[in-house]
Nanobody
C-alpha cells in the first residue's frame, strides 16, 4: 500500500487549493477513504470522508468550504479547499476511513497566511 499526497502550498486566507492523493494497493470502490490533517502541536484529525457508496462526510469546521471526491479509475482521492482560513494550516494526509488505517504517506503541507 502506498499513499502519495500532493497539492499543498502557501496560500492567503480566502484562497483555494486542490489536494490529490494517489493510492496504490487500495481499491477505492471497496474502501471508504478520508482526508486527515495534523496541525502543529495537535493530534491528527479527520476533516472529510467519502463512503464506498460515494456519499460524503465533513466535520463542521470545513463544511461548505471543502469538497472530497475520488476518481476510482485513477485510484486518486481529491480535496478541493475553498475559503481557506489560517486555522486550516496543517499537514494533510489521506488514508482509509471507518476501517483500520494503513501506513501513512508523507502528507502535503498547507499553510494559510492571514
Amino acid at each position: 500500500v502506498q499513499l502519495v499526497e500532493s497539492g499543498g502550498g502557501l496560500v492567503q486566507a480566502g484562497g483555494s487549493l486542490r489536494l490529490s492523493c494517489a493510492a496504490s494497493g487500495i481499491a477505492f470502490n471497496s474502501n471508504s477513504m478520508g482526508w486527515y490533517r495534523q496541525a502543529p502541536g495537535k493530534q491528527r484529525e479527520l476533516v472529510a470522508g467519502i463512503y464506498r457508496s460515494g456519499s460524503t462526510y465533513y466535520v463542521d469546521s470545513v463544511k461548505g468550504r471543502f469538497t472530497i471526491s475520488r476518481d476510482t479509475a485513477k485510484n486518486t482521492l481529491y480535496l478541493q479547499m475553498n475559503s481557506l482560513k489560517p486555522e486550516d494550516t496543517a499537514v494533510y494526509y489521506c488514508n482509509k476511513w471507518l476501517t483500520m488505517n494503513t501506513s501513512w504517506g508523507q502528507g502535503t503541507l498547507v499553510t494559510v497566511s492571514s
